[in-house]
């Protein structure tokens, strides 16, 4: 069965930074794409990122461009997402989530995610 769970969330004021983890079990984590996605108040899942099952690919989605960066080490399972310049519009639940291939391709193929961490970002 696969397991993915988030850490590493909490409050932060606005310009501040948070690295986010997600431990995987349960599958070939160094087999599969993995993307970060987030759901804020009342709206649906946003993608965010996405990165090759070896890492050497990544994509970011325009709102996070230049401010995120994901990253994964395949000899611990783990995924993660520093996120610098926070703003309060960042402030969302934040789930790790694994594609079915070692591709990202479409970012929105994922279809599995885990139970997510919460970030707030608020003065």
């Known amino acids: 069965e696969v397991h993915l769970v988030e850490s590493g969330g909490g409050l932060v004021q606005p310009g501040g930074s948070l690295r986010l983890s997600c431990v995987a079990s349960g599958f070939t984590f160094s087999s599969y794409a993995m993307s970060w996605v987030r759901q804020a108040p009342g709206k649906g899942l946003e993608w965010l990122s996405a990165?090759?099952?070896?890492?050497?690919?990544?994509t970011y989605a325009d709102s996070v461009k230049g401010r995120f960066t994901i990253s994964r080490d395949n000899a611990k399972n783990t995924l993660y997402l520093q996120m610098n310049s926070l703003k309060q519009e960042d402030t969302a639940v934040y789930h790790c989530?694994?594609?079915?291939?070692?591709?990202?391709?479409?970012?929105?193929?994922?279809?599995?995610w885990g139970q997510g961490t919460q970030v707030t970002v608020s003065s």
């Open positions: 990165i090759s099952n070896g890492g050497a690919l990544t």
């Open positions: 989530a694994k594609y079915p291939g070692s591709f990202y391709h479409p970012v929105s193929g994922y279809n599995v």
